[in-house]
């Protein structure tokens, strides 16, 4: 994925489509939304409206409040092609700047708007269309990362590896397929509703499986293989596209990371306990709604596999914070001590994959990540906290500061990350890709919809459970 620094220079936003932001600085209209025109909205859902308008009441701080209005609605004025034909539901959504739709991206998009389903008709037949494409893109392959809206061929055709022409990028990446088993299976446990889970449906789960097993790499190295032309080493993947030698553990490989950089040591942990989470949630629905006892025990006995090995391998001690989880391993007993802030990380634990906030080794890794002794940790004059390989040094990403609030439970923590995202948006009343950590009118993508929703899943989590912070400002 190519990645650009802009420098804020004047109001006006640019992107893949119509839809980029445009930017009115918090200073000169603090009432005033950066949301298109009602006109130009894609999506349009009356229980979200309805959800803005309830949070922002409780909200006193003037610019939390129009970030919240700007950010949140985001996914759906900006990314989202939803049709219905003949009963037939189909939801493509674009990640932002980047005219494709990355499994992980989209079910995270639109994760904040779930709790709503069952109250709006459409907004329900979005989530039923997301389903529908997301099964469709996994049959189609199961390694690939991001898709076309069609067969149209991609900038990345000449990527070393068996592209299709419905793909847009094809990096092997364990959430890519562990994102629409949460989609789908908290879905149904919201509306009850079990219409989009048909024979087509259980074939990509079915493919979901297969491929984890395979990705075990217990007898060779299975078919997977990824190699670019490129000045950038994260970009491409070493031993002919397989990675490094990794030794078999019962753990599920790897090649890139979430950020879409490749991984050094195959065993991504925060990954592999993705992916523990969400066979567990495969047993469940197809326990209860295929009755196929065959596939359920495929499903339990790959996660008890995984369960064990985590617990056998996923942590040990660090010379510093005492037993912590490492972010990779490679099985020979080699670690990667870091963190990324992209989801799942290692901090997002919590978040994601059902480890307990205040799990003693989790608060190690915790303090670890959270310190510079990560070395994509960073401290500066606009912020504090954690970037990665993918767009580089010094640049952190509000991801990174939305996730340490949302797996906080200390109310000082969470106001100083409100602080920090209050002010590093450069006055675009957005979030970005990331910024640089002294001066956050240089950042990277004008238009990035996964970071604008969760900033207000995260303003929705504070009004649920602290919404003493909102009542005062910021």
Known sequence: MKRRIFVKKTVGGAGAMSLAPTYLSASDAKNETNRPPVSKRLFKSEAVEQEIVRIKKDIVDPEISWLFENCYPNTLDTTVHFTEKHDELDSFIITGDINAMWLRDSTAQVWPYLHLADRDNQLKKLFVGLINRQAKCILIDPYANAFNFAASGSEWKSDLTEMKPELHERKWEIDSLCYPVRLSYNYWKQTDDKTPFNDHWLKAIKTIVNTFEEQQRKENKGPYHFMRLTEKQTDTVIGDGFGNPVKPNGLICSTFRPSDDATT?????????FALTSLRQIAEMVGQIFKNKPFINQCNELADTLEKSLKQNASANHLNYGKVYSFEIDGFGNRLYMDDANIPSLLALPYLSGIKADEDIYLNTRRFVLSKD?????EGKAASGIGGPHVGAEMIWPMSIIMRAMTSNDDKEIIQCLRWLKNTHANTGFMHESFNKDNPERFSRKWFA???TLFGELILKI???????????I
């Open 265 to 273: 040591f195959l065993y991504l942990i925060p990954s592999n306990f």
């Open 374 to 378: 990560n070395p994509w940790f960073f």
């Open 450 to 452: 996964w970071a604008n």
């Open 463 to 473: 009004h649920k459970e602290r919404k003493h912070i909102l009542n005062h400002v």
